[in-house]
């Protein structure tokens, strides 16, 4: 039999015929299966972006805040004082699905190195996570995998959790999300890059030994989903979060101490994609001896070794003349610390066996994947389910539509998954999970607080991707804004379907645009992000792909952390008002969805001018210290935030509604550009004088009831009542 | 006064311990690395919560054989104060400077709440500032958190007043629900019978400023820092 020619594999790589030809007159000659696998695995959709890098172009990057936009590990705000923040998203979704405590480990592992490698101490974690229905084992299993794996590695490391979002919905049912978005604080001076320097420089690896694991993640990664996908579980990696403690330690020390000019995590394709990137950024070749690299196993190939994905391995590029004192350092650590390479001035990624070149590529070229812009088509049937005219008929008994929702476990509490992570550790947080809106940590040794959310309502994306992602920019900062913060900048991770498919590139291209016109408008430019497509599925030749799902992680400043606001109401007697109007709007709600299971219809209307309005108001009360309750209206609308309130803070509320509007859209429609404060009565009249938006008394806190009534009817529940129904779905389906 | 914490590779809350003691209480700190063979001259010592050698073997288990353990016997065998927080409280029994262990929660996972502790013994040098009885709201962390003893040293324990700290409910009374973690006899913290090294499981630093939602852990570094001034001089 003939052997197959590496043409003929090149898919195994993860390379087209085309991209495998272009190899070819790249480097005048056939690549050996080393070059063929980093050319593979570079271009990759992981690490290429060769699929969306022409469309992440259109988004807004620059502002006077952002102190590093996309291409590092991390994006960098200012937050004032001196003060930064590093911040980014990535996803661990395909690990997630085939192995979820390790998958989600290593996310929460990986994401924690880019912004050690900043410069930045790692101060906080959240995860946007999405599952099938709760009442399926499969998503018991998912849901509490993934919940030990973020556990595990964050409480142990000592980084909190502090926030983040669970949605649950059939089409992530055998391809769950997992996004991790973790954010550190740093001094401006202490900002670093992924870079190799200059020639003559000293590559230092360090951390864990390179082992068989993770081999072929990134290419694993940008495939869909198939039923033979856990036979790829070795492309899983563990993680070893005592040993990411001792590398972040060692390496926030060795910036401290000004002993590197370049850090870089070792995260998709390994050696190949951290030592490709930081020579590229400088412009530079690198001689690296892969014989140096520390091996777990005996006989590992220089492709195994240049592809693994073990996890906490670091590249440190030495500040010359400090290599000893480095290593002395990192020793010091407890980690194994070697130089595998040196910078050099051919501009190749030459890799060296024992003295001989068993691999030589441009470095240029290894780093600029081929691009493709195709044509996007949207699907007939999406476009229908939106415009098609739907009419429902309103329910008799609006109350249990209201513990519908509540039980709702997208809407339920989360505690018993957030229980599960050490929220305080560090001695940070100042607004812990399920408190609000959004997390808020202060700053030490100043008065600021910082605030970080995740949002993203895939629902809206699915029926009308462009709005929808500007709703999820809009609704972060609207989140930011209910705790009194001043929205920066985000961080976006696109979870989509395969791109090649018409109807995906379009949800892509048409998202992309929705969060760029939102970013302008609300002044939060993107800072970096990360692109996961290929999620879906087939099963029995059924393809089924994941709604469009660009989360938004978004970070803000609150100048002073002792003004800030709680979504719990906090004292008898207190004013609720409403900022913003209502709608009759219903298309694309919880409520269609969970009182009759229809998802269609246009999603709510958003018009940024009156939404950047009606977050700036809240700000200010917030920050004036007028208010320190507020609570935004999203998924099950109105009545949902009010029961939310009330149940936080454990207080009655009496509230007429007056509007003539239909009572669902009314009670859980979700008109975009509200949020629900509630105000002491001393403050009422200085707070109505600076109110500049629409807004409407609503009624009051009071008593021991949930109390509702609109033209049409009423609802009325003791607290117990719907708090018991707001805390259970989750606790059931945990324990 | 001189307050060392010391840092096990895996520590995690030891910066918390030290910005209480150096920030808050601008008491002089030193941070000291576990491989070290002496304490120096401190007057107290802290161990501090985390996951010491990740605690891929028994909580505490590998850190109760650093180097610096032996002279931290020394130093508790001269009567210095040891308060070990959480993963310091698993080191401690490990090392055999405290009794009993800490098993893991029955529910088997990870807790993260603030819970309220009764004060049970205010003449401790770790509770002096506190009133017997006293309620704190107090937050814990941790998963290897259930205190076990024999029924013969849990009997010791309470004639002798040796339980410092006891979960309640928040009106302060005893019951198995406000006890996060199945410990016996709903014990959050213990001292040894010379009353100079005490472990416990809630965090109290992380309950010292009122922006972070209670200021109750904050009596017990003063009640400690009262009393160890200058008592091995």
Known sequence: MREQSLREQAATFGLSLEEFDSVVKILDREPNSLEAAMFGALWSEHCGYKNSRPLLRRLPTKGEQVLQGPGENAGVVDIGEGFAVAFKMESHNHPSAVEPVQGAATGVGGILRDIFAMGARPVAVLDSLRFGPLDNDRTRYLLGGVVHGISLYGNAIGVPTVGGEIVFHPCYQENPLVNVMALGYMRHEDLQSGTVGNVGNQLIYVGSKTGRDGLGGAVFASADLSETSNEDRPAVQVGDPFMEKLLLEACLEAIEKELVIGVQDMGAAGITSSVGEMAYRAGKGVDLHVNRVPRREEGMTPLEVMLSESQERMVLTAKPGKEAELIALLEKWELDATIIGEVAEHGMFRIIENGEIVGDMPVAALNEAPTYTRQGIENQEIKDKRELPFEVDIPKDLGKTLLKLLANPTIASKRPVFEQYDYQVMTNTVIVPGQADAAVLRVKGTTKGVAATTDCNPRYCQLMPKRGAMIAVAEAARNLSCVGATPLAITDNLNFGNPTRTDVYFELEQAIDGLSEACLALNTPVTGGNVSLYNQYTSEGRLVAIHPTPTVGMVGVLPDVSKRATQDLKREGDILILLGENTSELGASEYLYTEHGLELGFPPDINLEKEKAVQQTAQSLIQQGLCDTAHDCSEGGLAVALAEMAIAGNKGIKVSLKETIRPDALLFGEAQSRILLSIEKAKLERVKEVLKVPFQILGEVSGENFELSFPSGSIAFPLSEISSTFYSPLREALS | ?233
């Open chain 2, 1 to 233: 006064m001189n307050v060392a914490v010391i840092r096990f590779p895996g520590s995690n809350c030891d910066d918390d311990a030290r910005y209480v003691l150096a920030d808050i209480l601008k008491t002089k700190v030193s941070m000291v690395w576990h491989q070290e063979h002496e304490l120096g001259n401190v007057d107290a010592v802290v161990l501090p919560g985390g996951f010491s050698y990740g605690d891929y073997l028994r909580s505490g288990a590998m850190a109760a054989l650093s180097p610096i353990m032996t002279d931290l016997k020394r130093f508790a065998e001269r009567g210095g104060y040891v308060l070990g927080i959480c993963n310091g409280f698993q080191i401690l029994t490990e090392a055999g400077l405290l009794e009993g262990q800490l098993a893991r929660r029955p529910q088997l996972s990870f807790i993260c709440d603030t819970v309220t502790l009764r004060v049970e013994n205010n003449k401790t040098a770790f509770s002096s500032d506190y009133k017997e009885g006293q309620l704190l709201r107090i937050p814990v962390a941790h998963n290897d958190g259930s205190y076990y003893a024999d029924e013969e040293t849990l009997r010791r324990l309470e004639q002798k007043g040796q339980i410092v700290f006891r979960y309640v409910s928040e009106s302060g009374e005893r019951s198995d629900s406000a006890n996060p973690n199945g410990s016996l006899n709903h014990i959050a913290g213990i001292i040894n019978t010379q009353g100079n090294v005490l472990g416990m499981m809630p965090h109290p630093e992380r309950a010292a400023e009122g922006l972070l939602g209670s200021e109750d852990g904050l009596a017990l570094f003063t009640s400690l820092l009262k009393q160890a001034k200058g008592v091995l001089a």
